[in-house]
Protein backbone atom coordinates (compact mmCIF):
# COMPACT_ATOMS: atom_id res chain seq x y z
CA UNK A 1 0.00 0.00 0.00
CA UNK A 2 1.27 3.51 -0.59
CA UNK A 3 2.35 5.55 1.94
CA UNK A 4 0.13 8.82 2.54
CA UNK A 5 0.97 11.46 5.49
CA UNK A 6 -1.73 13.61 7.27
CA UNK A 7 -1.11 17.30 7.01
CA UNK A 8 0.47 17.78 10.11
CA UNK A 9 2.65 14.53 9.69
CA UNK A 10 3.65 15.91 6.39
CA UNK A 11 4.38 19.66 8.20
CA UNK A 12 6.95 17.83 10.81
CA UNK A 13 8.38 15.33 8.15
CA UNK A 14 9.38 18.36 6.32
CA UNK A 15 10.73 20.06 9.48
CA UNK A 16 12.71 16.93 10.42
CA UNK A 17 14.17 16.65 6.67
CA UNK A 18 15.05 20.13 6.72
CA UNK A 19 17.96 18.93 8.80
CA UNK A 20 21.32 17.75 7.36
CA UNK A 21 23.06 17.50 10.13
CA UNK A 22 24.55 13.67 10.94
CA UNK A 23 25.55 13.56 14.86
CA UNK A 24 25.05 12.67 17.98
CA UNK A 25 26.35 14.14 21.38
CA UNK A 26 28.05 16.81 19.46
CA UNK A 27 30.57 13.84 17.66
CA UNK A 28 30.39 13.92 13.72
CA UNK A 29 29.83 10.34 12.93
CA UNK A 30 29.68 8.11 9.65
CA UNK A 31 26.25 8.06 8.03
CA UNK A 32 24.08 4.87 7.87
CA UNK A 33 23.42 3.32 4.95
CA UNK A 34 19.63 1.78 5.11
CA UNK A 35 18.60 -0.50 3.08
CA UNK A 36 14.60 0.31 1.99
CA UNK A 37 12.92 -3.24 0.69
CA UNK A 38 9.20 -2.11 -0.44
CA UNK A 39 7.43 -3.19 -4.16
CA UNK A 40 5.35 0.06 -3.77
CA UNK A 41 7.73 2.83 -6.07
CA UNK A 42 6.53 5.49 -4.30
CA UNK A 43 7.30 4.56 -1.03
CA UNK A 44 10.54 3.48 -1.86
CA UNK A 45 10.87 7.50 -3.55
CA UNK A 46 9.21 9.31 -0.30
CA UNK A 47 11.51 7.10 2.01
CA UNK A 48 14.89 7.60 0.01
CA UNK A 49 13.86 11.51 -0.02
CA UNK A 50 13.27 11.78 3.81
CA UNK A 51 16.55 9.47 4.64
CA UNK A 52 18.64 11.44 2.45
CA UNK A 53 17.96 14.81 3.96
CA UNK A 54 18.82 13.58 6.99
CA UNK A 55 21.88 12.49 5.85
CA UNK A 56 22.08 8.64 5.90
CA UNK A 57 22.81 6.96 2.75
CA UNK A 58 19.94 4.73 1.12
CA UNK A 59 19.84 1.50 -1.08
CA UNK A 60 16.50 -0.01 -2.53
CA UNK A 61 15.06 -3.13 -3.66
CA UNK A 62 11.45 -3.81 -4.98
CA UNK A 63 11.18 -7.22 -2.78
CA UNK A 64 12.51 -9.35 -0.52
CA UNK A 65 14.74 -11.18 -2.90
CA UNK A 66 16.26 -8.74 -4.39
CA UNK A 67 16.41 -7.28 -0.69
CA UNK A 68 18.49 -10.39 0.07
CA UNK A 69 20.92 -9.93 -2.73
CA UNK A 70 21.15 -6.26 -2.17
CA UNK A 71 21.95 -7.11 1.71
CA UNK A 72 25.08 -9.46 0.49
CA UNK A 73 25.90 -6.63 -2.30
CA UNK A 74 25.55 -3.38 0.58
CA UNK A 75 26.35 -4.50 3.90
CA UNK A 76 23.86 -2.31 5.19
CA UNK A 77 23.62 -1.09 8.75
CA UNK A 78 19.82 -0.94 9.12
CA UNK A 79 16.56 -2.44 6.57
CA UNK A 80 13.53 -0.84 6.29
CA UNK A 81 11.45 -4.00 5.21
CA UNK A 82 7.86 -3.87 3.78
CA UNK A 83 5.94 -7.30 4.77
CA UNK A 84 3.73 -7.79 1.72
CA UNK A 85 5.39 -8.02 -1.72
CA UNK A 86 5.87 -10.02 -4.76
CA UNK A 87 8.61 -12.96 -5.39
CA UNK A 88 9.87 -13.06 -1.69
CA UNK A 89 7.45 -11.66 1.67
CA UNK A 90 9.45 -9.07 4.26
CA UNK A 91 9.00 -12.23 6.88
CA UNK A 92 11.38 -14.36 4.27
CA UNK A 93 13.69 -11.60 3.67
CA UNK A 94 14.07 -10.96 7.03
CA UNK A 95 15.26 -14.69 8.04
CA UNK A 96 17.42 -14.64 5.41
CA UNK A 97 19.23 -11.53 6.09
CA UNK A 98 19.68 -12.58 9.71
CA UNK A 99 21.17 -15.80 8.21
CA UNK A 100 23.79 -13.51 6.34
CA UNK A 101 24.19 -11.27 9.21
CA UNK A 102 25.26 -13.95 11.79
CA UNK A 103 26.91 -12.38 14.50
CA UNK A 104 26.66 -8.86 13.37
CA UNK A 105 23.20 -7.49 14.55
CA UNK A 106 21.64 -5.26 11.99
CA UNK A 107 18.08 -3.97 12.62
CA UNK A 108 14.64 -4.46 10.13
CA UNK A 109 12.38 -2.19 10.88
CA UNK A 110 9.06 -3.60 9.40
CA UNK A 111 6.50 -1.13 8.04
CA UNK A 112 3.19 -2.78 7.43
CA UNK A 113 -0.39 -1.47 6.65
CA UNK A 114 -0.96 -4.92 8.85
CA UNK A 115 -1.62 -3.61 12.33
CA UNK A 116 -2.82 -6.50 13.57
CA UNK A 117 -1.19 -8.20 16.72
CA UNK A 118 -0.41 -11.42 14.41
CA UNK A 119 1.60 -9.45 12.27
CA UNK A 120 3.38 -7.99 14.92
CA UNK A 121 4.18 -11.04 16.85
CA UNK A 122 5.24 -13.06 12.97
CA UNK A 123 7.54 -9.81 12.24
CA UNK A 124 9.30 -10.06 15.75
CA UNK A 125 9.25 -13.69 15.08
CA UNK A 126 11.13 -13.82 11.95
CA UNK A 127 14.05 -11.93 13.69
CA UNK A 128 12.62 -8.32 12.87
CA UNK A 129 13.66 -5.50 15.83
CA UNK A 130 10.97 -2.58 15.67
CA UNK A 131 7.64 -2.67 13.68
CA UNK A 132 6.02 0.63 12.25
CA UNK A 133 2.33 1.10 10.79
CA UNK A 134 1.41 2.77 7.46
CA UNK A 135 1.12 5.20 6.94
CA UNK A 136 4.40 6.65 8.28
CA UNK A 137 5.09 8.49 10.99
CA UNK A 138 8.09 10.51 10.13
CA UNK A 139 9.04 12.03 13.32
CA UNK A 140 8.25 8.49 14.83
CA UNK A 141 10.74 6.75 12.14
CA UNK A 142 13.69 9.94 12.72
CA UNK A 143 13.60 9.28 16.14
CA UNK A 144 14.07 5.33 15.85
CA UNK A 145 16.92 5.72 13.64
CA UNK A 146 18.39 8.29 15.93
CA UNK A 147 18.18 5.54 18.68
CA UNK A 148 19.29 3.06 16.15
CA UNK A 149 22.40 5.24 15.61
CA UNK A 150 23.49 4.92 19.01
CA UNK A 151 22.80 1.63 19.47
CA UNK A 152 24.58 0.24 16.86
CA UNK A 153 27.35 2.15 17.56
CA UNK A 154 26.94 0.88 21.00
CA UNK A 155 27.06 -2.63 19.67
CA UNK A 156 30.05 -2.11 17.32
CA UNK A 157 32.15 -0.79 20.43
CA UNK A 158 30.97 -3.79 22.69
CA UNK A 159 32.52 -6.07 19.38
CA UNK A 160 35.54 -3.98 19.40
CA UNK A 161 35.88 -4.35 23.21
CA UNK A 162 35.10 -7.80 23.05
CA UNK A 163 38.28 -8.40 19.86
CA UNK A 164 40.51 -6.11 21.90
CA UNK A 165 40.17 -7.74 25.25
CA UNK A 166 40.80 -11.02 23.29
CA UNK A 167 44.15 -9.46 21.65
CA UNK A 168 44.91 -8.58 24.97
CA UNK A 169 44.82 -11.76 27.07
CA UNK A 170 46.41 -12.95 24.52
CA UNK A 171 49.43 -10.82 24.11
CA UNK A 172 49.94 -9.62 27.87
CA UNK A 173 52.68 -9.96 29.61
CA UNK A 174 51.22 -11.57 32.45
CA UNK A 175 50.43 -15.03 32.52
CA UNK A 176 46.69 -15.92 32.93
CA UNK A 177 45.10 -19.59 33.14
CA UNK A 178 41.74 -21.25 34.66
CA UNK A 179 41.78 -24.57 36.17
CA UNK A 180 38.94 -26.59 37.57
CA UNK A 181 37.92 -28.06 40.75
CA UNK A 182 40.18 -30.73 40.41
CA UNK A 183 43.35 -28.47 39.49
CA UNK A 184 43.20 -29.78 35.46
CA UNK A 185 44.36 -26.68 33.15
CA UNK A 186 41.40 -25.93 31.03
CA UNK A 187 43.24 -22.73 29.42
CA UNK A 188 46.48 -20.58 29.48
CA UNK A 189 47.19 -17.81 27.68
CA UNK A 190 50.79 -17.07 25.71
CA UNK A 191 52.56 -15.63 28.27
CA UNK A 192 51.93 -19.01 30.65
CA UNK A 193 53.57 -20.87 27.92
CA UNK A 194 56.76 -18.52 28.22
CA UNK A 195 56.72 -18.41 31.33
CA UNK A 196 56.99 -21.84 32.39
CA UNK A 197 58.45 -23.45 28.52
CA UNK A 198 55.47 -25.77 27.73
CA UNK A 199 53.76 -26.09 24.93
CA UNK A 200 49.68 -25.43 24.70
CA UNK A 201 49.26 -29.05 24.28
CA UNK A 202 51.21 -30.09 27.11
CA UNK A 203 49.32 -28.03 29.68
CA UNK A 204 46.12 -28.17 28.40
CA UNK A 205 44.48 -31.07 30.46
CA UNK A 206 46.85 -31.37 32.73
CA UNK A 207 47.16 -30.98 36.73
CA UNK A 208 48.13 -27.60 37.29
CA UNK A 209 50.84 -29.11 40.20
CA UNK A 210 52.95 -29.21 36.82
CA UNK A 211 53.91 -25.94 37.14
CA UNK A 212 54.92 -26.08 41.23
CA UNK A 213 57.84 -27.28 42.97
CA UNK A 214 58.14 -29.12 45.93
CA UNK A 215 56.53 -29.26 48.90
CA UNK A 216 53.89 -27.24 46.25
CA UNK A 217 53.97 -30.21 44.00
CA UNK A 218 53.00 -32.55 46.68
CA UNK A 219 50.49 -30.78 48.37
CA UNK A 220 48.50 -29.18 45.92
CA UNK A 221 45.76 -31.64 45.62
CA UNK A 222 45.28 -31.65 48.84
CA UNK A 223 44.64 -28.25 49.39
CA UNK A 224 42.40 -27.37 46.46
CA UNK A 225 40.01 -30.57 47.85
CA UNK A 226 39.91 -29.38 51.32
CA UNK A 227 38.72 -25.53 50.01
CA UNK A 228 36.05 -27.23 47.68
CA UNK A 229 34.59 -29.17 50.83
CA UNK A 230 34.31 -25.72 52.31
CA UNK A 231 37.95 -25.46 54.04
CA UNK A 232 39.57 -22.12 54.05
CA UNK A 233 41.74 -21.13 50.93
CA UNK A 234 45.91 -21.52 51.14
CA UNK A 235 46.15 -18.67 48.14
CA UNK A 236 42.21 -18.20 47.21
CA UNK A 237 41.20 -14.67 48.42
CA UNK A 238 44.94 -13.40 50.01
CA UNK A 239 45.65 -11.10 47.01
CA UNK A 240 49.04 -11.39 45.39
CA UNK A 241 50.92 -13.87 46.93
CA UNK A 242 55.30 -14.78 45.93
CA UNK A 243 55.46 -18.48 45.63
CA UNK A 244 57.93 -20.38 43.36
CA UNK A 245 56.97 -21.92 40.19
CA UNK A 246 59.00 -24.76 38.38
CA UNK A 247 60.29 -24.06 34.63
CA UNK A 248 59.65 -27.13 32.09
CA UNK A 249 63.55 -27.68 32.28
CA UNK A 250 63.53 -28.03 35.88
CA UNK A 251 64.55 -24.69 37.00
CA UNK A 252 62.49 -23.00 39.91
CA UNK A 253 62.20 -19.35 40.24
CA UNK A 254 60.10 -16.83 42.19
CA UNK A 255 56.50 -15.38 40.88
CA UNK A 256 53.53 -13.56 42.18
CA UNK A 257 50.33 -15.42 42.00
CA UNK A 258 46.70 -14.27 42.71
CA UNK A 259 43.60 -16.61 42.57
CA UNK A 260 39.85 -15.93 41.84
CA UNK A 261 36.95 -18.03 41.47
CA UNK A 262 34.11 -18.36 39.00
CA UNK A 263 31.44 -20.04 38.37
CA UNK A 264 30.18 -21.18 35.12
CA UNK A 265 26.85 -23.36 34.41
CA UNK A 266 27.50 -24.18 38.37
CA UNK A 267 30.63 -25.40 37.86
CA UNK A 268 33.58 -24.18 39.96
CA UNK A 269 36.90 -22.74 38.09
CA UNK A 270 39.85 -20.46 39.30
CA UNK A 271 41.68 -17.56 37.64
CA UNK A 272 45.59 -18.17 38.03
CA UNK A 273 46.99 -14.83 37.34
CA UNK A 274 51.21 -15.16 36.98
CA UNK A 275 52.79 -11.29 37.11
CA UNK A 276 55.87 -9.76 38.39
CA UNK A 277 56.28 -7.09 41.33
CA UNK A 278 56.71 -4.63 38.76
CA UNK A 279 53.90 -4.81 36.54
CA UNK A 280 51.95 -5.25 39.76
CA UNK A 281 52.62 -1.78 41.52
CA UNK A 282 52.66 -0.02 37.95
CA UNK A 283 49.14 -1.27 37.38
CA UNK A 284 47.94 -0.46 41.23
CA UNK A 285 49.28 3.08 41.07
CA UNK A 286 47.61 3.09 37.28
CA UNK A 287 44.23 2.43 39.13
CA UNK A 288 44.87 5.35 41.73
CA UNK A 289 45.12 7.96 39.12
CA UNK A 290 42.42 7.00 37.32
CA UNK A 291 40.53 6.87 40.74
CA UNK A 292 41.24 10.40 41.46
CA UNK A 293 40.61 11.28 37.94
CA UNK A 294 37.09 9.55 38.07
CA UNK A 295 36.55 11.46 41.78
CA UNK A 296 37.85 14.68 40.13
CA UNK A 297 35.06 14.58 37.00
CA UNK A 298 32.40 13.48 39.40
CA UNK A 299 33.18 16.21 41.59
CA UNK A 300 32.82 18.73 38.69
CA UNK A 301 30.14 16.84 37.18
CA UNK A 302 28.35 17.49 40.25
CA UNK A 303 29.18 21.67 40.79
CA UNK A 304 28.08 22.31 36.75
CA UNK A 305 25.12 20.64 38.04
CA UNK A 306 24.23 22.07 41.26
CA UNK A 307 24.86 25.13 39.21
CA UNK A 308 22.74 24.27 36.72
CA UNK A 309 19.81 23.61 39.01
CA UNK A 310 20.09 26.97 40.63
CA UNK A 311 20.13 29.09 37.59
CA UNK A 312 17.19 26.81 36.06
CA UNK A 313 15.27 27.42 39.68
CA UNK A 314 15.42 31.47 39.66
CA UNK A 315 14.65 31.30 35.85
CA UNK A 316 11.52 29.45 36.47
CA UNK A 317 10.64 31.24 39.88
CA UNK A 318 9.13 34.33 38.58
CA UNK A 319 7.27 36.81 40.56
CA UNK A 320 3.96 36.32 38.62
CA UNK A 321 3.06 33.52 39.96
CA UNK A 322 2.58 34.81 43.33
CA UNK A 323 -0.69 36.30 41.61
CA UNK A 324 -3.78 35.77 43.83
CA UNK A 325 -5.32 34.41 40.84
CA UNK A 326 -2.54 31.60 39.78
CA UNK A 327 -2.20 28.15 42.07
CA UNK A 328 0.01 26.03 40.51
CA UNK A 329 2.25 22.42 41.30
CA UNK A 330 5.21 21.09 39.04
CA UNK A 331 6.27 18.03 40.29
CA UNK A 332 9.82 16.79 37.58
CA UNK A 333 10.41 13.14 37.30
CA UNK A 334 14.34 14.13 37.37
CA UNK A 335 16.44 16.43 38.96
CA UNK A 336 15.37 19.31 36.45
CA UNK A 337 11.54 19.27 34.63
CA UNK A 338 10.59 20.02 31.48
CA UNK A 339 7.14 21.46 32.22
CA UNK A 340 6.87 24.90 32.73
CA UNK A 341 4.49 27.38 34.31
CA UNK A 342 4.37 31.48 33.77
CA UNK A 343 2.22 34.26 34.52
CA UNK A 344 2.80 38.07 34.33
CA UNK A 345 0.07 41.09 34.89
CA UNK A 346 0.07 43.67 31.94
CA UNK A 347 -0.29 47.14 32.44
CA UNK A 348 -4.16 46.94 31.69
CA UNK A 349 -4.43 44.51 34.62
CA UNK A 350 -4.49 41.37 32.00
CA UNK A 351 -3.33 38.15 33.60
CA UNK A 352 -0.93 36.60 31.08
CA UNK A 353 -0.50 32.44 31.54
CA UNK A 354 1.74 29.58 30.14
CA UNK A 355 2.16 26.35 30.91
CA UNK A 356 4.99 24.86 28.18
CA UNK A 357 5.97 21.00 27.79
CA UNK A 358 9.09 20.45 26.51
CA UNK A 359 10.38 17.18 24.97
CA UNK A 360 11.56 14.50 27.50
CA UNK A 361 12.59 15.52 31.11
CA UNK A 362 15.58 16.44 33.19
CA UNK A 363 18.12 19.24 32.20
CA UNK A 364 18.03 19.17 28.47
CA UNK A 365 14.05 19.59 28.28
CA UNK A 366 14.69 22.63 31.34
CA UNK A 367 17.20 24.28 28.98
CA UNK A 368 15.04 23.44 25.81
CA UNK A 369 12.25 25.84 28.16
CA UNK A 370 14.23 28.61 28.87
CA UNK A 371 13.81 30.48 25.93
CA UNK A 372 10.10 30.09 26.06
CA UNK A 373 9.82 31.78 29.95
CA UNK A 374 12.17 35.08 28.52
CA UNK A 375 10.43 36.00 25.68
CA UNK A 376 7.23 35.03 26.93
CA UNK A 377 7.98 37.12 30.21
CA UNK A 378 8.96 40.64 28.38
CA UNK A 379 6.21 39.84 25.99
CA UNK A 380 3.64 39.80 28.40
CA UNK A 381 4.69 42.40 30.60
CA UNK A 382 3.77 45.11 27.86
CA UNK A 383 0.52 43.59 26.82
CA UNK A 384 1.41 42.81 23.81
CA UNK A 385 -1.45 40.31 21.46
CA UNK A 386 -1.02 36.86 22.49
CA UNK A 387 -0.37 35.69 18.65
CA UNK A 388 2.61 38.05 18.32
CA UNK A 389 3.74 36.07 21.80
CA UNK A 390 2.88 32.79 20.31
CA UNK A 391 4.96 33.48 16.88
CA UNK A 392 7.70 35.15 18.26
CA UNK A 393 8.44 32.16 21.10
CA UNK A 394 8.08 29.53 18.24
CA UNK A 395 10.94 32.15 16.15
CA UNK A 396 12.90 31.46 18.83
CA UNK A 397 12.78 28.10 19.60
CA UNK A 398 13.08 26.96 15.81
CA UNK A 399 16.68 29.00 15.70
CA UNK A 400 18.19 27.53 18.85
CA UNK A 401 16.71 23.93 19.52
CA UNK A 402 17.90 21.13 17.21
CA UNK A 403 15.51 18.38 14.87
CA UNK A 404 13.44 16.40 16.86
CA UNK A 405 13.12 18.76 19.62
CA UNK A 406 10.02 21.15 20.41
CA UNK A 407 7.81 22.41 23.32
CA UNK A 408 4.61 21.86 23.79
CA UNK A 409 2.69 25.04 25.10
CA UNK A 410 -1.12 26.22 26.30
CA UNK A 411 -1.01 30.07 26.78
CA UNK A 412 -3.83 32.40 27.52
CA UNK A 413 -4.53 35.94 28.32
CA UNK A 414 -8.06 36.61 30.80
CA UNK A 415 -9.13 40.12 30.61
CA UNK A 416 -11.02 40.29 33.95
CA UNK A 417 -12.88 43.39 33.23
CA UNK A 418 -14.27 42.75 29.95
CA UNK A 419 -15.12 38.93 31.08
CA UNK A 420 -13.18 37.25 28.34
CA UNK A 421 -10.03 35.14 27.47
CA UNK A 422 -7.92 34.56 24.75
CA UNK A 423 -6.49 31.26 24.39
CA UNK A 424 -4.11 29.20 22.09
CA UNK A 425 -3.22 25.10 22.46
CA UNK A 426 -0.09 23.68 20.80
CA UNK A 427 -0.02 19.89 21.63
CA UNK A 428 -0.85 20.42 25.34
CA UNK A 429 -3.39 18.57 26.98
CA UNK A 430 -6.64 20.28 26.50
CA UNK A 431 -7.23 23.30 28.15
CA UNK A 432 -10.22 23.19 31.30
CA UNK A 433 -12.83 26.12 31.99
CA UNK A 434 -14.43 24.97 35.31
CA UNK A 435 -17.58 26.93 37.14
CA UNK A 436 -17.15 28.25 40.81
CA UNK A 437 -18.79 24.39 42.09
CA UNK A 438 -15.83 22.74 39.83
CA UNK A 439 -17.98 21.63 36.94
CA UNK A 440 -16.79 21.60 33.40
CA UNK A 441 -17.81 24.83 31.42
CA UNK A 442 -15.77 24.31 28.34
CA UNK A 443 -13.25 22.45 26.65
CA UNK A 444 -10.45 23.88 24.30
CA UNK A 445 -8.23 21.56 22.28
CA UNK A 446 -4.96 21.67 20.67
CA UNK A 447 -5.43 23.08 17.10
CA UNK A 448 -1.40 23.85 16.30
CA UNK A 449 1.49 21.95 16.47
CA UNK A 450 3.95 22.08 19.37
CA UNK A 451 6.43 25.20 19.07
CA UNK A 452 10.05 24.60 17.49
CA UNK A 453 8.59 22.30 14.94
CA UNK A 454 8.12 24.69 11.76
CA UNK A 455 8.00 28.37 11.59
CA UNK A 456 4.76 30.07 11.71
CA UNK A 457 3.57 32.70 9.51
CA UNK A 458 2.46 35.75 11.61
CA UNK A 459 -0.76 35.92 10.77
CA UNK A 460 -1.83 32.34 10.37
CA UNK A 461 -1.99 32.20 14.37
CA UNK A 462 -5.20 31.54 15.04
CA UNK A 463 -6.66 31.85 18.80
CA UNK A 464 -9.61 31.38 20.79
CA UNK A 465 -11.99 33.20 22.50
CA UNK A 466 -13.82 32.44 25.52
CA UNK A 467 -16.06 34.41 27.80
CA UNK A 468 -15.74 33.79 31.57
CA UNK A 469 -17.66 34.76 34.56
CA UNK A 470 -15.60 36.24 37.70
CA UNK A 471 -15.82 32.78 39.58
CA UNK A 472 -14.67 30.45 36.60
CA UNK A 473 -11.30 28.78 36.48
CA UNK A 474 -8.60 27.96 33.71
CA UNK A 475 -7.35 24.55 34.64
CA UNK A 476 -3.84 23.97 32.44
CA UNK A 477 -1.67 20.74 33.09
CA UNK A 478 0.82 18.61 31.17
CA UNK A 479 0.63 15.12 30.02
CA UNK A 480 2.34 13.91 32.30
CA UNK A 481 -0.49 14.38 34.99
CA UNK A 482 -3.28 12.13 33.33
CA UNK A 483 -0.85 9.93 32.42
CA UNK A 484 0.67 8.79 35.09
CA UNK A 485 0.44 5.30 35.39
CA UNK A 486 0.05 2.87 39.14
CA UNK A 487 1.44 -0.06 39.12
CA UNK A 488 -1.26 -1.76 37.08
CA UNK A 489 -0.09 0.18 34.49
CA UNK A 490 -3.57 2.27 34.88
CA UNK A 491 -3.47 6.31 34.13
CA UNK A 492 -4.70 8.79 36.33
CA UNK A 493 -6.92 9.70 33.75
CA UNK A 494 -8.92 13.16 33.27
CA UNK A 495 -12.69 12.01 34.91
CA UNK A 496 -9.92 11.73 38.19
CA UNK A 497 -8.52 14.42 37.91
CA UNK A 498 -12.28 16.25 37.46
CA UNK A 499 -13.21 14.21 40.54
CA UNK A 500 -10.75 15.87 42.37
CA UNK A 501 -11.18 19.66 41.13
CA UNK A 502 -15.34 19.43 41.89
CA UNK A 503 -14.61 17.85 45.71
CA UNK A 504 -13.07 20.78 46.74
CA UNK A 505 -13.26 24.73 46.81
CA UNK A 506 -11.26 26.96 44.40
CA UNK A 507 -8.56 27.69 46.23
CA UNK A 508 -7.76 24.00 47.43
CA UNK A 509 -8.00 22.49 43.99
CA UNK A 510 -4.32 22.20 43.82
CA UNK A 511 -4.34 20.04 46.59
CA UNK A 512 -6.82 18.01 45.94
CA UNK A 513 -5.59 17.01 42.53
CA UNK A 514 -1.77 16.22 43.89
CA UNK A 515 -3.41 13.84 47.02
CA UNK A 516 -5.96 11.95 44.97
CA UNK A 517 -2.98 11.29 42.21
CA UNK A 518 -0.94 10.16 45.08
CA UNK A 519 -3.59 7.87 46.70
CA UNK A 520 -4.09 6.57 42.55
CA UNK A 521 0.25 6.18 42.39
CA UNK A 522 0.47 4.35 45.90
CA UNK A 523 3.96 2.98 45.72
CA UNK A 524 4.36 4.24 42.04
CA UNK A 525 6.48 7.39 40.75
CA UNK A 526 5.38 9.22 37.70
CA UNK A 527 7.34 7.78 34.72
CA UNK A 528 6.93 11.89 33.44
CA UNK A 529 7.07 15.45 34.46
CA UNK A 530 3.68 16.66 36.05
CA UNK A 531 2.69 19.63 36.30
CA UNK A 532 -1.24 21.67 37.17
CA UNK A 533 -1.97 25.26 37.06
CA UNK A 534 -5.26 26.54 37.83
CA UNK A 535 -6.17 30.23 37.02
CA UNK A 536 -8.99 32.33 38.18
CA UNK A 537 -10.50 34.98 36.58
CA UNK A 538 -11.33 37.31 38.65
CA UNK A 539 -9.73 41.11 39.09
CA UNK A 540 -7.40 39.83 42.12
CA UNK A 541 -4.15 39.85 41.22
Known amino acids: MPVVESPVESSVASSVASSVEVSEGGATQAPLKVLVVDDTVINRQILQVFLRKI ?17 RRENPDVVIMDVMMPVMDGYEATRQIKAIAGDRWVPVIFLSALDKEENLVVGLDAGGDDYLAKPVNFVVLDAKLRSLRRTLALQRSLDEEKRRTAAISDNLVDGVLVIDERGTIQWVNPAVLQIFGYSTEEMIGSNVKMLMPEPYHSEHDGYLAHYVKGGLPKILGVGQREVSGKHKGGTVFPLDLGVTEMRIDGRRQFVGVVRDTT ?87 AICTLPVLSVFDSMAEMGVALSWIVYEVNRQLCSTLPVGYFVAATMLCIDPAKGVAEVWVGGTPELLLIDASGGLKCTLVSRSLPLGI ?8 ETERVTVAASDQFVLFSDGLIEAANNQDIAFGLEQMLAALRSAPSTGRVDAVRTALAAHLGDCLPHDDVSLLLVECDHAG
Open 454 to 461: DLLEREGI
Open 55 to 71: GITVVQAENGALGVEAF
Open 279 to 365: DRVAAAEQLRKNAERLQIYHDHQEAESQLAQKIVFRQMQRRGLNDACVRHWVSPAANFSGDIVAATRAPGGELYVLLADATGHGLGA
